[in-house]
């Protein structure tokens, strides 16, 4: 605590500017999030289901196929507390998205040529899996698409959001899955490239995110929606 106080007497009058506008950013989403009690119940289920599920299923994929780090490092587990980042953490409830903690694995310790892919996919595929289970409530006739229920709202918000984890985990830029997937299935010539690109890599994604939305809109959003119709309908 006291290492904080100092740190924020420190802060310059710009940073104080920028620490208040965060600040009144963070409470006035806040204040949001508490008027829609279906969006925050469904984040907090992602939170406590679908980025457990997401790492374990990387970590137990490659354990399967030889490597035993993951299970070193606790990560072969469900418990949400092994694996949940702060930041990311905080973001998703706030905003709705967010990340979870990465599992380290070493791809050459791995069985198989492909091993990396097959980890790498793992976990997109166990958002997709959690999507179509929570769409079950729907094709079955329990919750109907359009209704203001707080059930059926917060089961629609747990379905999109996992959508858009498995389309967004599957981009093609570090520190994403859909990389290590790439990477591992491309010639060695592109993988020179993309190893000159994997720097500016979380740059681009955010350049994308923030000022060319249409794209992320392409890649992630329309798709995500295409995909929740195609389940819930």
């Not at 949400?80 to 694995?105: C, E, R, S, Y």
């Not at 979380?202 to 995110?209: G, K, N, S, W, Y």
């Amino acid at each position: 605590m006291t290492s904080l106080i100092d740190r924020l007497r420190r802060l310059t009058p710009i940073q104080w500017i920028i620490v208040a506008l965060l600040t009144w950013f963070a409470l006035t989403l806040a204040y949001d999030l508490l008027r829609q009690p279906d969006v925050l119940v469904a984040r907090l289920l992602i939170l406590a289901i679908a980025f457990p599920v997401h790492e374990f299923a990387h970590a137990w994929a490659a354990v399967a196929l030889g490597d035993e780090t993951p299970r070193i490092q606790g990560r072969l587990t469900l418990n949400p507390l092994k694996h949940l980042d702060v930041f990311g953490t905080v973001l998703l409830i706030l905003n709705g998205f967010g990340w979870a903690k990465p599992v380290q694995v070493f791809p050459w310790a791995l069985r198989g040529q492909n091993g990396m892919v097959w980890v790498a996919l793992a976990g997109p595929v166990s958002n997709l899996i959690l999507a179509m289970i929570g769409a079950l409530g729907f094709r079955l006739g329990a919750l109907q698409v359009g209704s203001s229920s707080f059930l059926t709202q917060m089961t629609a918000q747990f379905i999109y959001i996992n959508l858009i984890l498995f389309f967004f985990n599957l981009i093609p830029l570090f520190p994403l899955d859909g990389e290590k997937i790439v990477y591992h299935l491309a010639p060695t010539s592109w993988q020179r490239q993309m190893d000159t690109i994997r720097p500016y890599s979380i740059f681009i994604l955010l350049f994308i995110a923030f000022f060319v939305p249409a794209i992320f809109g392409f890649l992630v959003a329309s798709p995500a929606q295409f995909f929740f119709n195609l389940l819930a309908y």
